[in-house]
C-alpha cells in the first residue's frame, strides 16, 4: 500500500503523519524504533514513552500515487496545523533543484551534504544558491 498514514494518541489526539510506499513496513519500522526508544521523531518518542502503545492507533489515511506521496503529506500536515490540531512534527519542507525534502536529514543523507551547509544554503542571498528554499504550502 502506498499512501499517508498517521500515528494517533488517542489520549491528546495529536497525531504524527508520514508517508510511504509500502505502509506495513513502515508501520513495523515506526513500532520497533518507539519500543526501543530510537524514533527520529523525538517528540512522538516521548508521548510513547509517557502513554504507552495501548493509547496510539495506527492509521491509513489516504491512498495516492508515489509521486505524490511528500506533497500529499506536507498539505494534510499543513491542513492539520491550520485548523488548530496538534501534530508531533516540527519539519518545514523545502526543494532542492525541484526536489521536495521533508527532512534536513534526509536531504543530507541523499545529497552527501552536511545538514548545516543546507541550512546555510537554504537561507543565503547567493544567487548559486536560490535552488534551495521553504515551501509554502
Known amino acids: 500500500m502506498v499512501g499517508i498514514h498517521r500515528i494517533k494518541n488517542i489520549i491528546n489526539e495529536k497525531c504524527y503523519y508520514g508517508s510511504s510506499k509500502n ?6 519500522r515506526h513500532k520497533s524504533d518507539l519500543i526501543n526508544k530510537k524514533h527520529h ?10 502513554y504507552g502503545e495501548d493509547n496510539f492507533i495506527f492509521e491509513v489515511v489516504e491512498f495516492c500515487n508515489t509521486s505524490d506521496l511528500l506533497v500529499v503529506e506536507q498539505k494534510m500536515v499543513y491542513g492539520i496545523k491550520k485548523i488548530g490540531k496538534k501534530v508531533y512534527s516540527n519539519n518545514k519542507p523545502f526543494i532542492i533543484d525541484g526536489i521536495l525534502y521533508r527532512t534536513l536529514k534526509d536531504a543530507s543523507e541523499l545529497l552527501s551534504i552536511n545538514i ?3 541550512k546555510g544554503r537554504i537561507k543565503s542571498k547567493r544567487p548559486e544558491f536560490s535552488n534551495y528554499n521553504y515551501v509554502s504550502i
Open 23 to 28: 505502509i506495513e513496513k513502515r508501520w513495523l
Open 41 to 50: 521523531n523525538v517528540l512522538l518518542q516521548k508521548s510513547w514513552e509517557k
Open 116 to 118: 548545516m551547509t543546507i
